[in-house]
């Protein structure tokens, strides 16, 4: 970030402005970087007039600190002269958003009820604000001199801030000590350090890289002006090059940039500085040229660019995998940008730059910023900086890539609509697919939205009228999807050992791939080893000591461990509960698949991809190489695999056990499973030769694994709607769910209860706006502990949004002094997806 004034120590005491200048000054309003609702009315200094403008970081004075804030725009509405604090400073030379997203800002703090400022921040890329915290000196005329301080770890810090003064963790990191805060409070007492706060740079900054050039034009010859042979060859390199990175210089000509200080003090070179913008693609990637498009997939493009002329629109674009719908988001975008416009493509959250960015990126160059959870922090704010400034126009990323700073959005596209990594589980608890048709409604814009297994939710809005569906119904080239046959693992009880899992139609199936050099993909939605080790004594589950769900077994690294909070324990640690040494090693996992496939298929080479196996930076990259080159003959992985990676090879696709997901304690149940299904199965068979697909389960007859089979999502959606319809849930209400979590059992179940009591006295004091509201709870959640807080949650419906804002409104503002309490924490989570 082009900081623009570098941040220094102000003087402690503020000069007072008159009030008379006070009432002439321009008035900014604000929203500050601090978790409050609301927005704040700064005056601006004469001095930084010109510099402020909507969209820039300010810093500003805020109760005792100072923070970070970020100009919205003028601001008209009254305030109390005396009152008005001016800003202290502007933080950046050019916009970190444009001023044609501060209603899109809004609207999303007022929907999701959360501070708008805090919305500013959740968008913009992480560690650019300069943060203030307290630091410590010595009083060097109070201080005890080396030595003579009796306490050893005083006497440590003492030492530690000889040389300057310290943050509290500088002091720790240097001393290699912890420093209770108490120690330093009673050092202040003594006199012999005193603390003040001070501002501290960002983590995040943009890189600079210096440049020289020529200065003047000059006929005299270089070597005619009397200068040493370096200075020579560095004017001359100049005058045949223009403009040169000093590096370069460096390389060519030893102690260049002594060099180019002389002799830019003889104004001779000019020296300039440039941001320079870290590659964060690694690999470079070739360009490509459009394939001609077919007659499908020009009918969708034609009807979408046809809406494209009147404003906003919605779509719905359904198209089995291999449809060429990333093909139509091209054409499209290309469209766009044409128009002058910019484009948005968000694609769900994968540990790894997708497909869709890397055919974007050939197609469209170095237009493409890629905003992704991937990339350092450096690297995001340098993508995010080239789209503030207008210098790229196609911006493309995870679930946050919604808030790319484009001034003028004309398509906004969601890849794979369905995916659940669209919705943020934490602080603004959003939803990224729902916000892509808002910001297009804002920006009149066109929204689409792809997947081959659309939501039950955007199925719904294309029968309410909200969204056109358009359709890709064929493969290209023909290719036929895979035919899916159902193995009833019912039918297995009698079988033992991996026999139960691995059946004698998959074994056979993997046999004859195998034969044929072909690759098989087998799906199971869990890793590790076995999921549910149980006492053989006691019977008791192996339970997580800090949350209520039971421990994985995972057999390479010989250790229990919990899958919500990582707690782990030795594998050969006894029962928790009677201290027995026996424990089953009960369920399964992609661990206890792998290995069980290696007796079975001895010459095959197996590898396995789930968070254990790619949790090292490149592991992915290097099992999806493995693939693609042929060398990994099965894949065993987790729901990893159905995401956005096209694997031409693989022609079977084994599903496990179907059922895993199907008894979640949530009403979305049956539609994640549908969905994990269907892409799954939707891998095989993209390459040359047809697909094949064998399904294993004990519900053959379950509607969701039916239609799975089928790939058929209208079939899904239409026994779906009917039991959703029947107890009132989405699509067919409007659903917002309290999270209420604390590390005190009592103290959470209390909290729980006082705001269930508030919801319901505000249910029956007779405001007839919240008359349509229910509320159910609070309940424990289904997870009802998890990284050692408790956790409660109250959830409402009603059959329109509008009610429920109103409410939550109601419960959230009135009660200021019960929701700030310390030790319970509650979070509003708007069109919650997980239940758990
Ligand atoms: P989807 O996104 O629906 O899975 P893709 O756009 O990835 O489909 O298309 C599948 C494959 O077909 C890709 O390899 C793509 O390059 C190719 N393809 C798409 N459209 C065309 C076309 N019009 N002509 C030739 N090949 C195409
Ligand atoms: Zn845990
Ligand atoms: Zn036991």
Not at 33 to 43: L, R
Not at 199 to 219: C, E, I, M, N
Not at 380 to 397: P, S, T
Request: hydrophobic share 40%; proline share 6%.
């Amino acid at each position: 970030m082009a900081l623009f004034v570098t941040l220094r120590r102000l003087p402690p005491v503020r000069p007072t402005i008159p009030h008379k200048k006070k009432a002439n000054m321009e008035k900014i309003e604000v929203a500050v970087s601090f978790p409050v609702h609301g927005t704040y009315t700064y005056g601006v200094p004469e001095g930084l007039s010109a510099l402020v403008c909507p969209g820039k970081r300010v810093m500003v004075p805020f109760g005792k600190r100072r923070i970070t804030g970020y100009v919205l725009g003028r601001d008209t509405r009254e305030v109390d002269c005396d009152r008005l604090k001016p800003i202290d400073d502007v933080l950046d030379e050019t916009p970190v958003f444009p001023e044609s997203m501060v209603p899109f800002f809004r609207w999303v703090a007022a929907y999701y009820v959360h501070p708008v400022g805090d919305v500013i921040c959740e968008a913009l890329p992480g560690g650019i604000n300069p943060l203030e915290s307290a630091v410590y000196e010595l009083v060097r005329e109070s201080t005890p001199a080396a030595g003579e301080c009796d306490d050893p770890l005083q006497e440590q810090v003492l030492c530690a801030l000889r040389d300057k003064p310290l943050r509290s963790a500088q002091i720790a990191r240097k001393t290699g000590c912890d420093i209770p805060a108490g120690l330093l409070l009673k050092m202040e007492k003594k006199k012999w350090i005193q603390k003040s706060r001070q501002v501290f740079g960002p983590r995040a900054r943009t890189r600079k890289r210096r440049y020289a050039k020529p200065a003047v034009q000059s006929d005299r010859p270089i070597d005619g002006m009397g200068l040493s042979g370096p200075k020579c060859s560095i004017l001359s390199l100049l005058a045949e090059h223009g403009e040169m990175a000093v590096d370069r210089l460096k390389a060519e000509v030893p102690r260049a940039s002594d060099h180019l200080r002389d002799l830019s003090r003889k104004n001779m070179v000019e020296i300039l500085e440039k941001p320079v913008y870290r590659d964060p693609f690694g690999e470079a990637v070739e360009p490509d040229t459009p394939p001609e498009l077919t007659p499908e997939q020009r009918r969708v493009v034609r009807e979408v660019t046809h809406a494209m002329k009147s404003g906003f629109s919605a779509f719905l674009l359904a198209g089995v995998t291999g449809s060429g719908k990333t093909e139509v988001y091209m054409h499209l975008a290309a469209r766009t940008l044409d128009e002058g416009r910019g484009v948005i493509v968000l694609v769900p959250e994968i540990a790894l730059i997708t497909e869709v960015e890397r055919r974007f990126r050939a197609r469209f160059g170095q237009d493409v910023a890629v905003l992704h959870s991937g990339l350092s922090a450096g690297e995001k704010l340098d993508q995010w900086m080239r789209v503030a400034k207008g210098e790229c126009r196609v911006a493309i990323g995870a679930r946050s890539a919604i808030f790319a700073p484009l001034a003028d959005p004309g398509l906004i596209i969601v890849d794979e609509e369905h995916d659940f990594s669209y919705k943020q589980e934490n602080r603004l608890h959003y939803n990224a697919r729902d916000l892509a048709v808002v910001r297009a409604r804002q920006a009149r814009a066109v929204a689409l939205l792809g997947s081959a297994t659309p939501s039950v939710q955007s199925i719904a809005n294309v029968a309410s009228r909200k969204f056109r569906e358009i359709n890709l119904t064929r493969r290209i080239h023909s290719r036929t999807l895979p035919e899916v046959a159902v193995v009833d693992l019912r039918k297995q009880k009698d079988q033992r050992g991996t026999a139960r899992f691995i059946t004698a139609e998959l074994k056979e199936a993997i046999q004859k791939t195998l034969a044929r050099s072909e690759q098989v993909l087998l799906f199971l939605n869990r890793r590790g080893f076995a999921s549910h080790p149980v006492c053989a004594r006691c019977g008791e589950p192996q339970k997580c000591r800090h949350c209520d769900i039971t421990l994985t077994l995972h057999k390479k690294s010989n250790i229990y461990k919990c899958h919500m909070c990582g707690y782990f324990r030795a594998a050969t640690s006894r029962c928790s509960h009677c201290g027995s040494e026996a424990i089953k090693a009960l369920g399964m996992g992609t661990e206890k698949i792998e290995t069980a496939l290696r007796p079975l298929f001895p010459g095959a080479r197996i590898a396995r991809m789930d968070r254990d196996t790619t949790a090292r930076k490149g592991a992915l990259v290097k099992i999806l190489k493995g693939l693609k080159n042929r060398e990994i003959d099965i894949l065993v992985g987790t729901q990893m695999v159905a995401k956005g990676h096209d694997f031409p090879g693989i022609t079977l696709v084994g599903i496990i056990c179907a059922d895993l997901s199907l008894s979640f304690p949530d009403f979305r149940a049956g539609e994640t499973t549908f969905q994990v299904l269907a892409q799954v199965a939707g891998r095989a068979g993209r390459g040359a030769s047809p697909g094949r697909v064998i399904l294993q389960t004990y519900n053959p007859g379950h509607f969701a694994i039916v239609s799975a089979r089928n790939q058929d999502f209208m079939e899904f959606y239409n026994q779906e709607v009917r039991f959703r319809k029947a107890i009132g849930y989405p699509p067919f209400s409007r659903m917002l769910q309290i999270k209420i979590s604390g590390k005190d059992k009592d103290k959470t179940r209390t909290h729980a209860e006082t705001t269930g009591r508030i919801c319901r006295q505000i249910l029956v004091s007779g405001d007839s706006k919240c008359g349509s509201v229910e509320v159910m709870g609070p309940i424990e959640a289904p997870l009802s502990k998890v990284a050692g807080r408790y956790r409660w949650q109250i959830l409402m419906k009603a059959p329109s949004s509008a009610d429920l804002q109103h409410f939550i409104r109601r419960v959230f503002f009135e009660n200021h002094a019960h929701f700030g309490s310390r030790d319970v924490s509650t979070a509003i989570d708007v069109d919650p997806m997980s239940m758990m």
